[in-house]
């Protein structure tokens, strides 16, 4: 088993550093949402698909 993990050592930390960071991009996400704000909204109102409301915008 040891050896195994040896063998394998450097896949192994690459796959806990790769899920770390979805981890810390899914509760990124997370914490967006709950705060009702758009996940992935630039702020650009020019090309805003209606994510969120905008007082200066004037939708037909």
Same mark, same amino acid.
């Given at each position: 088993?040891? @050896?195994?993990? &040896?063998?394998?050592? @450097?896949?192994?930390?690459?796959?806990?550093?790769?899920?770390?960071?979805? &981890?810390? &991009? !899914?509760?990124?996400?997370?914490?967006? +949402?709950?705060? =009702? %704000?758009? !996940? =992935? #909204?630039?702020? =650009? #109102? %020019? +090309?805003?698909?209606? #994510? /969120?409301? /905008?007082?200066?915008?004037?939708?037909?």
């Amino acid at each position: 088993m040891l @050896a195994w993990i &040896a063998q394998n050592l @450097a896949t192994i930390i690459i796959s806990i550093i790769i899920i770390g960071l979805f &981890a810390l &991009a !899914v509760r990124y996400i997370r914490k967006k +949402s709950k705060k =009702g %704000e758009c !996940v =992935g #909204c630039s702020g =650009g #109102c %020019e +090309s805003c698909s209606g #994510c /969120h409301p /905008h007082d200066d915008k004037k939708l037909p």
